[in-house]
Structures are given as C-alpha cells and as structure tokens.
C-alpha cells in the first residue's frame, strides 16, 4: 500500500538528511539556475544525487535494523554473550620425544 503525501512528508521531516537530498532532486528538475542546460548535465547530476541518496537510506537502514534488532534481544530477555576471537595458537606440548 502506498504512503500518502502527508504520511511522506512526515517520514521525510523525520529523515533530514533525506529530506536535504530530495530537494536537491526537486531543485534539478526545476533548474531555476540554469545549472543544467543539456540533458547530459541534468542526468549526470540526478545520477550523483541518486548514488549519494541510495548511501544515506541504505546507512539510515542499517541504523535503523540495529536499533530494532537490540530492541528484540532486550525485549525477549535473552542473554547476548559477543563473539570474541581465541587468541589460542593451540596445544604446546612440554617435551620432545624425537
């Protein structure tokens, strides 16, 4: 089901970041400056700007995953040793037998 234009800009006020990099898309289009006289200019520009904000939302993704994911671990009560590397280098053996 697709969000309302209100339900956007609200998650959008949430989200600065995003917020900032859609104007930025918007202002593109509207080309008010002039900035973009070719088409070449104008897809070159929304292509970075599509990059830069494929970035933000994967990285607010991963923010978001972890928080919700801490919060399943806190909320089911079980206990979270952390993985730790053995420094072990194995069994040394005291004595030679050759």
Known sequence: ?????????NKLSQSPELLKRVGRLLEI?????????LADD????VI???RELGKEVM???????????????LESGVAVR??????????QHMGSSV
């Open 1 to 9: 089901m697709a969000m309302t234009d209100e339900e956007i800009i």
């Open 59 to 73: 990285e607010k993704w991963a923010q978001d995953e972890a928080q919700r994911r801490e919060h399943m671990i």
């Open 48 to 50: 970075e700007e599509m």
């Open 29 to 37: 289009v509207e080309n008010k400056e002039g900035r973009t006289t």
């Open 42 to 45: 104008a897809e070159e520009c």
């Open 82 to 91: 952390k993985k730790v590397k053995k420094n072990s280098t194995g069994i």
